[in-house]
């Protein structure tokens, strides 16, 4: 098309050419001599010759381009017919064209992400034995060794199934070089009516710490109930459904199953269906500054020769826990100063056979915790915490489950350096009075975000 338009302006061009001569030479003819008009007919007549010329050499490109495009047309029509008559397995044999790059460098892969969340720690006696008066407790309640650890850190896996499942995996490594699955879920993306629905293995909705990954707490460790109910954070294989109701204030109800081999629960009781919870979040803005969330939770699990240390537990466990959390910013913008506080109450009870003991024991728990942002990237909190159990009886004197007269307690104190959003530096100390020997703990935490990471829950 730009070449036949390029020959209408060479011919438009030299009709104009030819008159601008002529009109020229009219008035020179009249004064010059005959020969002077047969010259200039001449010079036209060359003229003329010339841009007749360059005409011609633009037509045949013209045409010979035609050409090629029509034999190129041929070649590709032939292509298609003879792809579409290939037998299926040439068809997968052929070398396949280069994809079209997508429109991001990640667009048809995961998202993956890594937590790096190591330890130095200084103690009077060693975290990594604590125990729990009037308690028998799992194997995850320790804090970290004394000196240098790797903490817990991980590395996450996240995708877009299709637009209705999402899928989560989550690898955790341990200080003795220890990988294991921490969570491996899918969840769905667009069920109708506010419904959701998760299925894999993932941490509980109950209470308002136990979703959370270790390196979203607020403080290092998991608050002193977290630890002597659930074992620091309760997670199973399992399916969880949540609705969120359509009103204006923030209410959802959550029901799950799982499997049960997880303390409290243990053994995969009731053929593989031994631990469900139930819980409701509800939650609003107060003013433009400040807002709550409050939930209750319940957690019922059958233990079926539940091990833990050298104690054996088989029996009902049941876990009630009342949350509330306050947080304010000024006008809602948590950048120069914010406070976050943070309070639940436990309420446990354990009947069944412990060492072939009949038992019944009602237990209580809770923590209160606050974080306050003073300046930029600078946050101070405190955390109360303590637990009470009742007597197991003159059988179980002297066992895990007996108090020895003690009600245990621990207070934290913390000061904190946010590098950055992904980045925090963390200087910890906490007062451990848990078991019959008192700790004076101090902790150097840091923990950075690589990685394309989740927004954190409220």
């Given at each position: ?9 060479h011919?438009i ?26 010259a200039?007919r ?23 381009a ?9 070649e ?6 003879a ?10 044999q ?41 308690f028998?407790?799992?194997?995850e ?10 903490g ?19 690898f ?5 070089n ?23 293995r ?51 109800f ?13 053994g995969a ?5 031994g631990?469900y919870?139930?819980?409701v ?20 699990a ?22 509330f959390?306050?947080?304010?910013a ?5 950048t ?16 069944g056979?412990?060492?072939g ?34 007597d ?8 895990s ?13 913390l000061?904190?350096?946010d ?9 910890q ?7 019959q020997q ?5 902790l ?15």
């Amino acid at each position: 098309m730009k070449l036949e338009i390029n020959l209408r302006h060479h011919r438009i061009a030299a009709g104009a050419v030819a008159a601008a001569a002529l009109c020229a030479a009219m008035p020179a003819a009249e004064a010059q001599a005959p020969q002077d008009l047969s010259a200039l007919r001449k010079d036209m007549d060359t003229l003329r010759h010339d841009y007749e010329a360059k005409i011609g050499d633009l037509e045949a490109r013209l045409a010979k381009a035609e050409a090629d495009a029509a034999a190129a047309r041929q070649e590709a029509a032939q292509a298609t017919a003879a792809a579409q008559a290939a037998p299926v397995d040439q068809l997968a044999q052929a070398p396949a064209s280069a994809p079209s790059a997508p429109t991001s460098g990640n667009a048809f892969n995961p998202g993956i992400a890594a937590v790096l969340n190591g330890f130095a720690t200084v103690a009077s006696n060693d975290p990594g034995a604590a125990g729990i008066s009037g308690f028998a407790t799992g194997e995850e309640i320790a804090g970290p060794s004394r000196g240098f650890s790797l903490g817990e850190s991980e590395v996450s896996l996240t995708a877009n199934i299709d637009p209705s499942l999402a899928g989560f995996v989550v690898f955790s490594f341990n200080n003795d070089n220890e990988v294991s699955v921490e969570e491996s879920y899918i969840r769905t993306t667009e069920l109708p009516g506010g419904l959701t629905f998760k299925a894999g293995r993932f941490f509980s909705g109950i209470g308002y710490v136990n979703e959370q990954h270790s390196h979203n707490w607020s403080f290092s460790d998991a608050a002193l109930p977290y630890r002597a109910f659930l074992n620091s954070q309760y997670g199973d294989d399992g399916v969880q459904v949540r609705w969120l109701a359509p009103t204006d204030q923030f209410l959802e109800f959550g029901a799950e199953a799982f499997r049960g081999d997880s303390f409290p629960a243990g053994g995969a009781a009731n053929n593989g269906a031994g631990a469900y919870t139930l819980f409701v979040h509800t939650g609003a803005d107060i003013n433009p500054s400040s807002s709550y969330l409050a939930a209750l939770s319940y957690l019922h699990a059958k233990a079926d020769g539940r091990e833990t240390g050298a104690d054996l537990f088989s029996g009902d466990s049941d876990l009630g826990i009342a949350s509330f959390v306050y947080k304010w910013a000024p006008n809602g913008n948590p950048t120069v100063n914010n406070l976050m506080l943070t309070s639940e109450l436990f309420f446990g009870r354990d009947k069944g056979e412990f060492n072939g003991t009949a038992m019944s024991q009602s237990r209580t728990g809770w923590y209160a915790q606050g974080v306050y942002q003073f300046m930029p990237r600078w946050s101070a909190g405190v955390r109360l915490a303590g637990l009470n159990s009742d007597d197991p009886g003159p059988l179980l004197t002297g066992s895990s489950l007996d108090d020895l007269g003690q009600s245990p307690f621990a207070a934290s104190a913390l000061l904190e350096w946010d590098t950055s959003e992904f980045g925090r530096l963390r200087l910890q100390y906490t007062r451990d009075e848990t078991s019959q020997q008192d700790n004076d703990e101090l902790l150097l935490q840091y923990t950075v975000t690589y990685g394309p990471h989740g927004a954190h829950r409220y």
